[in-house]
């Protein structure tokens, strides 16, 4: 579950115009396939990438005061310092919905029970006598984690970000959610309940942008406020310029990948029910104006009823104007495609953040996807599980990143770190082949570095 926080409000609700792709009899290539699947327009991120440049580059040179101007250009909030103090934590917990801290500690649960079953074991391989390699899985040091606001609250992502990162041990995480004008300039009170919740204290009232280039930089000490450390990996969704801001400061920390506005695709046949196909592209489409939502199905039967669903549930549902908006957009529409094979061909051309397989024999058919960021099988697993209680985690890749990223997981705050082990009579046994390399890479002082060990004097 991506998100695109912190833009206007939508117009009036309008009839869904779910455009069609057809891709029948075309024969496309897979570069084909890749420009004729629907998308969103794509000159957003070249337009946000001189704001976010200014942005980090004002975070870098005035720290705290750059952001509270930023803070309060971007969400009407006047501030101080960032930080959340340790009694609203407290207060926000206690003051929390009952039933709300029950599904967040049920989602933690099964989220914990997935993420500690990740975890990558170490390796020892004996190459000969006296002669081991090893690979130790190693947490980083320290982890930003980014939770979106905007047009809508997400305790959910505070748990997928958080969860992955204590399965993998990492001891110093530090959490940033835009302030909220309604909330005192803090974030929105669940954010910070179900922070609580996962034991986390240290947490910043920073939204955008500006919360990635604090954490990837840090912010220096001053006299309103402690220092904010900087992090070695940035991880979680939000919209364009979050994810322009992260691909930027790649390589100054690491991510987990550039999430930006979500996006379902569903995979249908004719014995998909018209019904919940609409009603789980609506459930994405109420996200963001900017959400994808796209049907893949060799059967203009049920693209026909999909659309007649659609007009009829995206009428009477609370977010009308948004999800119309979202559903007629250039990067939503139906991909009528000639047989099932062009689908899952078209479905690995999209790679999209979440694949719905609705078909006969849907695991089948989901065991021949290879590029998805979660698939969900059948009509019982529908993307809103995946989002809160699955025990899966819903920051994935988008906007085709799938093909090549993985979503977010405990290695993505774990280094795989490689120790060499020999002996002497290991080491001479292979000092020839060495010796032969290095001539023919004209690196000589390889070979020498390994005979030396070998002479009398030694």
């Not at 960032?82 to 933690?108: C, F, G, K, M, Q």
């Not at 074991?121 to 190459?127: A, C, F, I, S």
């Not at 590029?371 to 890749?397: E, K, T």
């Amino acid at each position: 579950m991506t998100t695109s926080p912190e833009l206007p409000a939508t117009p009036p609700a309008a009839a869904v115009s779910f455009r069609t792709v057809d891709l029948r009899g075309r024969g496309l290539t897979l570069a084909g396939l890749r420009a004729a699947v629907p998308r969103a327009r794509q000159h957003t991120m070249a337009d946000a990438e001189q704001k976010v440049l200014d942005i980090i580059k004002a975070v870098r040179e005035d720290g705290f005061a750059a952001l509270s101007d930023l803070a309060l250009r971007f969400d009407g909030v006047q501030q101080v310092h960032p930080r959340v103090p340790a009694a609203s934590l407290a207060r926000a917990l206690a003051e929390l919905d009952p039933a709300v801290r029950s599904a967040l500690e049920e989602s933690i649960s099964r989220a914990r029970r997935f993420a500690d079953g990740q975890r990558p074991r170490d390796l020892d391989v004996e190459l000969g006598d006296g002669a081991l390699v090893s690979q130790n899985w190693v947490p980083v040091s320290r982890v930003g984690l980014y939770v979106p606001g905007g047009l809508a609250v997400y305790p959910s992502s505070v748990i997928m970000n958080v969860v992955p990162a204590l399965a993998a041990g990492v001891q110093s995480i530090a959490l940033a959610s835009p302030p909220q004008k309604d909330f005192g300039g803090l974030p929105h009170p669940t954010i910070l309940a179900a922070a609580a919740l996962l034991g986390i204290d240290e947490v910043y009232a920073i939204g955008g942008a500006q919360a990635i280039a604090a954490f990837a930089y840090g912010v220096p000490a001053h006299d309103v406020g402690p220092a904010l450390e900087p992090v070695d990996v940035v991880t979680g969704p939000g919209n364009i310029f979050v994810a322009t801001a992260k691909r930027l400061v790649k390589g100054v920390v690491g991510i987990d990948s550039e999430a930006g506005t979500t996006e379902i695709a569903i995979l249908a046949d004719s014995t998909a029910q018209p019904a919940l196909v609409a009603a789980d592209l609506i459930s994405q489409a109420e996200h963001d104006p900017q959400a994808a939502s796209v049907l893949i199905t060799d059967s203009e039967d049920l693209a026909a009823a999909v659309r007649t669903e659609l007009d009829l549930q995206a009428a009477g549902t609370k977010h009308s104007a948004r999800v119309c908006e979202a559903l007629s957009g250039p990067q939503s529409g139906v991909v009528l495609v000639e047989d099932l094979a062009q689908g899952i061909a078209a479905c690995d051309a999209y790679a999209a953040e979440h694949l719905e397989i609705m078909t006969a024999d849907a695991p089948a058919v989901a065991a021949r996807i290879r590029n998805a960021g979660a698939i969900f099988v059948g009509d019982y697993s529908p993307v809103s599980l995946g989002d809160y209680c699955a025990g899966s985690n819903h920051v994935l890749p988008t906007s085709g990143t799938a093909a090549f990223s993985s979503g977010l997981n405990v290695t993505t705050f774990l280094r795989a770190i490689q120790v060499i082990n020999y002996s002497r009579a290991a080491l001479q046994e292979v000092s020839g082949h060495i010796v032969s390399l290095s001539g023919a890479e004209d690196l000589p002082a390889h070979g020498e570095a390994v005979t030396a060990r070998f002479r009398e004097a030694n």
